[in-house]
Each structure stands twice: as C-alpha cells, then as structure tokens.
C-alpha cells in the first residue's frame, strides 16, 4: 500500500507563493507517477500538474502553467508543487496522488488514473 501526506498549505495574499509538499511511503517512490489535483466544495476536482516517474516529463493545467512548478525528488520520497503568483481562484484542497508505473512513463493527468490519494491540504488565497 502507498500513503500519501500533503504539507505546506495555508494563507496567502493574492501574488504570493507558497510550496507543497507530498511524502510517499509504503512502495519505491521511483515507480510512480506522481499528480497535484485541487478541489472546491461542490466542484468536481481539477488537474493541476502531474510528474513522470523517471523521465520528469511534466505536463500542467492551463489556469497554472507558468506559475506553478512540479518537480520530485526521488531520494527523499518527496513531490513539491511550487506555487507563485498565487490568485485567488487558487483557493482549494489541494492533493497528491500516485500512480505506479506500468509501461509508459507519461504522466496522468486524469483523477480516475490514480489509485492512491493523500488527505489533502487547505490553500487560501485572500486579498
């Protein structure tokens, strides 16, 4: 089993940064794809940036691509989403997931791909 824990969330002005962090345990990080997601109470959630296994082929969002930033770092276990210039319809609970790597190592940029999640972390943006 792969467990997942967000980090990093909180307040932010409009124009900020903030950093998220996600740790893996329970299976080698390596082999997984890795993906940010954000929701909002009575949305459906959203793709936001998702990370290859071994390649780091990354692929974003539209809404975010120039001011969010998705990497990973493989001995540490660990994927980040770096966020600036922060808006305030970035405000939601943002999640990693995983995905284990089966024969291509293109990322995933569907909800329904994954079948491990974290609990999620509380993003505010406020003016």
């Known amino acids: 089993q792969v467990h997942l824990v967000e980090s990093g969330g909180g307040l932010q002005q409009v124009g900020g940064s903030l950093r998220l962090s996600c740790t893996v345990s329970?299976?080698?990080?390596?082999?997984?794809?890795m993906g940010w997601f954000r929701q909002v109470p009575g949305l459906e959630r959203e793709f936001v940036a998702a990370?290859?296994?071994?390649?780091?082929?990354?692929s974003y969002a539209d809404s975010v691509k120039g001011r969010f930033t998705i990497s990973r770092e493989n001995a540490k276990n660990t994927l980040y989403l770096q966020m600036n210039s922060l808006k305030l319809e970035d405000t939601a609970v943002y999640s990693c997931?995983?995905?284990?790597?089966?024969?291509?190592?293109?990322?995933?940029?569907?909800?329904?791909?994954?079948?491990?999640w974290g609990q999620g972390t509380q993003v505010t943006v406020s003016s």
């Open positions: 329970g299976r080698p990080f390596r082999d997984y794809k």
């Open positions: 990370i290859s296994a071994i390649t780091g082929t990354t």
């Open positions: 997931a995983a995905a284990r790597r089966i024969s291509t190592d293109i990322p995933h940029t569907t909800p329904s791909a994954y079948p491990y």
